[in-house]
């Protein structure tokens, strides 16, 4: 079995800045891909970011330049730092990661989700 587990989040001003971490623990051989995912009142769940286990990104358009992703594969987390925040990127964000407890299996896991309010 996998947990991931987030960390960070909170209230945020527009304009600063918040940092969100997520750590997997488990049986863990190794890990693919790595993505945050928001969920804002009455929408559906949309990608924020993704990293490959090479270290290649993906961003939504609407956070390119402000957000960045980040992996440490000997720690097992992937961190999302939040710059310039606006209100609409208020949501409950969501870490996933692709686990491979195999070489030859692999899943899906979420995290429990983590509140991140931006408001002056």
């Known amino acids: 079995q996998v947990q991931l587990v987030e960390s960070g989040g909170g209230l945020g001003q527009p304009g600063g800045s918040l940092r969100l971490s997520c750590a997997a623990s488990?049986?863990?051989?190794?890990?693919?891909?790595m993505a945050w995912y928001r969920q804002a009142p009455g929408k559906q769940r949309d990608l924020v970011a993704a990293?490959?286990?090479?270290?290649?990104?993906t961003y939504a358009d609407s956070v390119k330049g402000r957000f960045t992703i980040s992996r440490d594969n000997a720690k097992k987390t992937v961190d999302l730092q939040m710059n310039s925040l606006k209100p609409e990127d208020t949501a409950v964000y969501y870490c996933?990661?692709?686990?491979?407890?195999?070489?030859?299996?692999?899943?899906?896991?979420w995290g429990q989700g983590t509140q991140v309010t931006v408001s002056s």
């Open positions: 996933s990661m692709t686990v491979r407890p195999t070489i030859w299996k692999k899943d899906d896991y």
């Open positions: 488990g049986s863990i051989f190794v890990i693919d891909g």
């Open positions: 990293i490959t286990s090479s270290g290649s990104t």
